[in-house]
């Protein structure tokens, strides 16, 4: 029982865990109250994976204590915790994709009539708990889970999360992949379920996500708790407590007038199937960041750039050269690259080497364009140069890049583009899944490429990002560019343009 007098749903007492050589967790305490959203933040390797799998079973501790609703309890295997009513929402999802959602929520436990499973009992069901926390209306129990977006996917996850009767639900990273409409969902979802008296354990990077939701806050660094907040602390409190540093050293400053080069990039009436009236130009030394929300056409503008879809109408200067795209191929010939939002589906090879992963550009754009020159680009030595100048940290670059954190990955492929010389980087959510430290090397990376020639297009969902990184903020709305913001821009500001509204509701 806490000092309120309220017996925690669950705590964890004085939990050490340690591996061959490392020490994951030292004494660490932790509780989570009934209706509580609780936020657990700190750095890649701070102990919260680990401390998670504890306390569903995954792991054992070396010493400590597991109390739920004030007994003591000991998980030697994950369905004994999510009998114990702990149901973790991992950001990769456990969902069969060719199976309706009313399959999924129910997988292993379906009702049944005189031996046959009763699928109007399970639809009836499903139907109930979507319900519980509004979300009846948005989710089909008949439709395919392939068929789905990946937030409605996520309250797939939720729904059998509460159909398991789970009193404590672990939301690890969960708007990693989310819109900013997409988050509001979540966020709505989060509310209902404290309403319900559920307990909720949320694992986020983003500092606005945790004073948004969270009724108390502790902070991992090293495997230990470094900070616990009984209230909503301010952002800069919760990042000096993970890194030891102020949060305005996490942007570089934006780039002086001096340092703004030539123009490079220039597109006038740019259009497509996806994209309008496209007309912005991008010089050389500068951060441009796009900002919009889901659909507002910022990835498909990427996207035409890049040659992926590209315009039908419209011209495109490159370094004053007039240029047509019509594939990646053309582009990157040309000098653009782009680092894809989806780091591990569309931009790496995990089960290759660090090394191979950065040279993959490099060796299929000597096979597409000169096969009689083999390795022209990707040189072995040269590839190592390039990763330790973004200084990749690995055992060894024979190392599978699929082990490697994910602010390391994407230094690998920013390599990998290097290795081509490009005028023009897209980079499409560059910080997604990177903790909050790992975040302020790639900011300061995108401005150190540009700062020694590159031209950086950065398109984010995450507004402060943009506000912070950028030295220019276009709005795009239906596939339009619709307003454009220098420094002092406000997240306010942004959304009234990205949403056409003429003020942001409270």
């Known amino acids: 029982m806490n000092k309120n007098g309220v017996t925690p749903v669950i705590e964890m007492r004085g939990i050490s865990k340690s591996f061959p050589g490392v020490r994951a967790l030292n004494d660490v305490s932790f509780a989570v109250e009934p209706g509580e959203v609780h936020a657990l933040v700190g750095e890649n390797g701070a102990g919260k994976s680990t401390l998670i799998k504890i306390l569903s079973g995954v792991y054992q501790p070396d010493a400590g204590q597991i109390l739920l609703n004030g007994a003591t309890k000991s998980f030697t295997h994950p369905v004994q915790s999510l009998k114990g009513g702990i149901s973790v929402i991992y950001q990769e999802f456990s969902l069969l994709p060719e199976r309706t959602v009313a399959q999924n929520i129910f997988l292993g436990r379906e009702p049944t009539r005189r031996g046959i499973i009763d699928y109007a009992a399970m639809r009836a069901e499903t139907r109930r708990v979507l319900d519980l926390f509004g979300a009846g209306t948005r989710v089909d129990p008949n ?11 996520q309250m797939v996850e939720i729904a059998k999360a509460i ?27 989060v509310d209902r379920l404290r309403e319900r008296g559920t307990a909720i354990i949320y694992i986020t990077h983003r500092m606005r996500e945790v004073t948004r939701l969270a009724n108390r806050v502790t902070v991992l660094k090293d495997g230990e708790v470094a900070a616990q907040f009984d209230h909503v602390p301010k952002p800069g409190d919760i990042v000096r407590a993970m890194v030891g540093r102020d949060i305005a050293d996490f942007y570089a400053p934006f780039a002086t007038e001096n340092e703004i080069g030539a123009k490079v990039l220039s597109v006038r009436n740019g259009q497509n199937d996806r994209v309008s ?96 020159k083999a ?25 599978d890049i699929g082990n490697l954190s994910g602010g390391n990955q994407q230094k690998a492929i920013v390599a990998r583009w290097l290795a081509l010389k490009p005028k023009v980087l897209i980079f499409i959510e560059p910080t997604r ?23 950086v297009m950065m398109i984010s969902s995450d507004l402060p990002e943009v506000i912070g990184a950028a030295d220019r903020i276009l709005v795009m709305r239906a596939g339009t560019i619709v307003d454009e913001f220098t420094h002092g821009a406000t997240e306010h500001d942004i959304m009234l343009a990205a949403t056409g509204e003429t003020e942001v509701a409270a």
């Open 143 to 153: 439709a395919i889970v392939a068929d789905l977006d990946v937030a409605t996917q």
């Open 433 to 455: 899944g990177i903790d909050v430290n790992a975040k302020a090397g790639i900011y300061h990376l995108m401005r150190d490429l540009a700062r020694g020639g590159a031209a």
């Open 277 to 372: 009236n496209i007309n912005f130009d991008l010089s050389a030394g500068e951060i441009l960041g796009f900002a919009g929300i889901q659909g507002a056409g910022r990835v498909a503008l990427a996207m035409a750039l890049f040659g992926e879809h590209p315009f039908t109408s419209g011209k495109v200067r490159l370094n004053g050269k007039t240029v047509a795209f019509t594939n990646p191929r053309d582009a990157i010939q040309a000098g653009i690259g782009l680092l894809p939002g989806d780091r591990k589906g569309e931009g790496l090879v995990l089960m290759q080497s660090v090394r191979d992963n950065g040279m993959l550009t490099a060796r299929a754009f000597d096979t597409l364009l000169s096969s009689h």
């Open 375 to 399: 390795n022209q680009y990707a040189d072995l030595a040269s590839m190592d140069s390039l990763l330790d100048a973004m200084e990749v940290k690995a055992s060894s670059y024979d190392q």
């Open 163 to 189: 159909s398991l009767n789970a009193k404590v639900v672990v939301m690890d990273e969960p708007t990693a992949a989310l819109n900013e409409a997409e988050c509001e969902v979540l966020f709505e979802t």
